[in-house]
């Protein structure tokens, strides 16, 4: 029986020519018909249009596509079994070369916010939803069609993962994991941005889970403190930037006074030496070396923030970066007070190991405003730097015991309820070399975090859904 409509993506013509092939080989293919795009509401509503058959597929790439034996017929077998309303699947990944490696991708859940979410290059969708997903669609966008469709397609049903590899892709991009994560703050791309955010804030809003520009103000005077301000530094095993580090936060000038907090999680390499000589030299430095050993970075922060040497205020240096020059920690405090906000996020550069600037150079994180930055925060996967904190609130809210994303549910954590405090002026060097810990990543790390962090937005937008009702 014919139960599947395809469109699949202009390429060149003989990708073309051998993506129809493959499809149309299938006894379930109704048709295949070739479309210039799928990221325009327009296009998303033609197709929607078009389709005839009980299922759509759309084939977002634009190289040969090669379903594997049997393959639309398990699908289809899924998609009547679930009624799903789309379905994708993990996929044979081949490189420019001939190799064809697995391609795993993750469960879709309701935090699964990212515009950049990998559903790989074939997705089925029953039609009927289809059209009235698209029925729903009440903004024409240039860029953010397909991202709205299925926002929209996730209020209406599942969104399944089969997680069985039922076809062949070429694979494109070949970057390291280090220079794709910045892909959604290059300043080139804004215009793109700027309609994912309008249609993640519809989707919010349509779910219950947006939340107005009103603020809980933040009482920044109540307790005793023996600083105004810690630097706090977690580390391991940095031998080569720890020391630049340190006397990058001791190098600030400030009127009042300050320490630096730098949680030693059981270097192996060196680097306690070095932290131990330079706190012989400064009274400024607490050198601490956890009795714990099950600790991450967010478990090092939450012992440097509890600890009685902390500051009214906490702030973050990672132990390869430094700060861009002797003025940071006093914008970042008077920011504080300025905005009356529990937590502050900076503007940062991009710099090799040496500081020279690499593309996208300066980060400056546009989608924390006011008016909207708590919900588009749920969209993107990351926050500016430095990070700054409030140290009662930051002691209340408690920090995730990971290495990966805990500063990110932080932010969404003091985002729920109060005003995340900004400042555009570079106050940090974040500096990319080849030990950063997202520098190469594997798909199955980056599957990892990215899973983790769509937790984080799964759980947060039950909170904030709570927070309304």
């Known amino acids: 029986m014919k139960m599947i409509d395809c469109f699949i993506v202009k390429g060149t013509e003989d990708a073309n020519k ?6 149309e080989e299938s006894p379930v293919v ?18 929607a249009a078009s389709a005839t058959a009980p299922y759509t597929l759309i084939y977002t790439g634009v190289n040969h596509l090669q379903p594997g034996y049997l393959a639309l017929e398990r699908l289809v077998h899924i998609a009547n079994d679930t009624d799903a309303a789309m379905l994708y699947s993990d996929y044979y990944a081949a490189t420019a070369d001939g190799t064809v490696k697995n391609a795993p991708v993750i469960d879709y859940q309701e935090g699964s916010l990212r515009d950049d979410f990998e559903f790989g290059g074939m997705i089925l969708f029953k039609t009927a939803k289809l059209r009235e997903a698209v029925e729903q669609l009440k903004t024409d966008y240039d860029f953010a069609g397909l991202y709205s469709l299925r926002l929209a397609l996730s209020r209406l049903g599942s969104i399944v993962h089969v997680n069985e590899y039922l076809y062949t892709d070429a694979e494109t991009d070949t970057r390291a994991s280090g220079k794709k994560i910045f892909d959604y703050v290059d300043p080139k791309n804004r215009a793109v941005q700027i309609e994912m955010e309008k249609a993640c804030t519809e989707h919010l809003k349509a779910i219950g889970a947006y939340l107005a520009p009103n603020f809980e103000d933040v009482d920044l005077n109540g307790g005793e403190f023996p600083v105004e301000a810690t630097v706090l530094i977690p580390v391991r095993n940095r031998v080569r930037t720890i020391a630049d580090a340190i006397r990058s936060a001791l190098s600030q000038e400030t009127d009042f006074d300050f320490n630096v907090i730098v949680v030693d999680n059981h270097s192996t390499d060196g680097t306690t030496e070095i932290i131990a000589g330079i706190a012989a030299e400064d009274r400024r430095v607490v050198h601490i070396i956890p009795e714990r050993k099950d600790l991450g970075i967010g478990g090092c922060w939450n012992l440097g923030a509890n600890d009685s040497r902390c500051g009214r205020f906490a702030v973050q240096l990672d132990s390869d970066d430094v700060y861009s020059g002797p003025d940071t920690l006093a914008k970042i405090v008077k920011a504080f007070y300025d905005q009356k906000c529990g937590m502050v996020v900076g503007t940062y550069k991009l710099t090799d190991i040496d500081m020279n600037t690499i593309p996208p150079g300066i980060i400056d994180h546009k989608e924390w405003t006011d008016d909207n930055g708590r919900n588009n925060a749920l969209r993107i996967n990351g926050l500016g730097a430095p990070r700054a904190f409030f140290t009662p609130m930051l002691r209340e809210i408690g920090v995730p015991n990971t290495s990966y994303g805990e500063d990110y549910a932080l932010g969404l954590a003091f985002s729920r309820r109060h005003r995340i405090g900004r400042i555009w002026d570079v106050l940090y060097l974040c500096r990319r070399w080849e030990d950063n810990s997202d520098a190469a990543l594997d798909r199955v790390k980056m599957n990892g975090h990215n899973l983790y962090k769509d937790r984080i937005r799964t759980w947060e937008v039950i909170a904030r859904r709570r927070l309304n009702s």
Do not use: H, M, Q, Y
């Open 18 to 23: 051998a993506s129809i092939k493959s499809l």
């Open 30 to 47: 109704a048709r295949v018909e070739v479309v210039d795009s799928i990221r325009s509401t327009a296009d998303v509503k033609a197709i």
